[in-house]
């Protein structure tokens, strides 16, 4: 079974410094991978996604991430992160042979400080 | 652009009354789903419709009622609900079947329901 993992259930920081949100998946095929935003009160967003080629995945809103197969990492990074990126942020990984369907971690609440 | 759209956003019903969510999706696909999303809970799969057929029922009371006239309607009909059965419903849309999946999903911005 396939899961994903992320380590840290809440992440402040002050204002215009860099942040990095964690994330970890079990598979031993390969894999899909996503990250979603959620703002209050609203549904799920894309950032990003990871389904082949560079590794270095570069999203919306300033937002990337990178792939590392040997250490099963997908971690979301931002050099300088505004108040409007305080938000939820979720992991997930689909792969082929499970139909792609979506697994979902636990999520990641981004609290940026003035 | 408002691929996927759920209403009504909010939602505030006893536990004897019937009500339902409607979801409605314009992009096209042939899949849609149905997510709970309960405070400090990980986001809950309740139901999937590929080609509107049920393909996944992942034991959820049957409080809960599914539809899905056709590929771009989804709805949940209420009934007898509980007050924990409050949360943020989420609908979503994919395409499934075919080339060119990978399992991404579209949210709609949900619904916030509360039982009182």
Known sequence: AQSVTQLDSQVPVFEEAPVELRCNYSSSVSVYLFWYVQYPNQGLQLLLKYLSGSTLVKGINGFEAEFNKSQTSFHLRKPSVHISDTAEYFCAVSRPDSSYKLIFGSGTRLLVRP | ?116
């Open chain 2, 1 to 116: 652009e408002t691929g996927v759209t759920q209403t009504p956003r909010h939602l505030v019903m006893g536990m004897t009354n019937k009500k339902s969510l409607k979801c409605e999706q314009h992009l096209g696909h042939n899949a849609m789903y149905w997510y709970k999303q309960s405070a400090k809970k990980p986001l809950e799969l309740m139901f999937v419709y590929s080609l509107e057929e049920r393909v996944e029922n992942n034991s959820v009371p049957s409080r809960f009622s599914p539809e899905c006239p056709n590929s771009s309607h989804l709805f949940l009909h209420l009934h007898t609900l509980q007050p924990e059965d409050s949360a943020l419903y989420l609908c979503a849309s994919s395409q499934m079947a075919g080339t060119g999946n990978t399992g991404e999903l579209f949210f709609g911005e949900g619904s916030r329901l509360t039982v009182l």
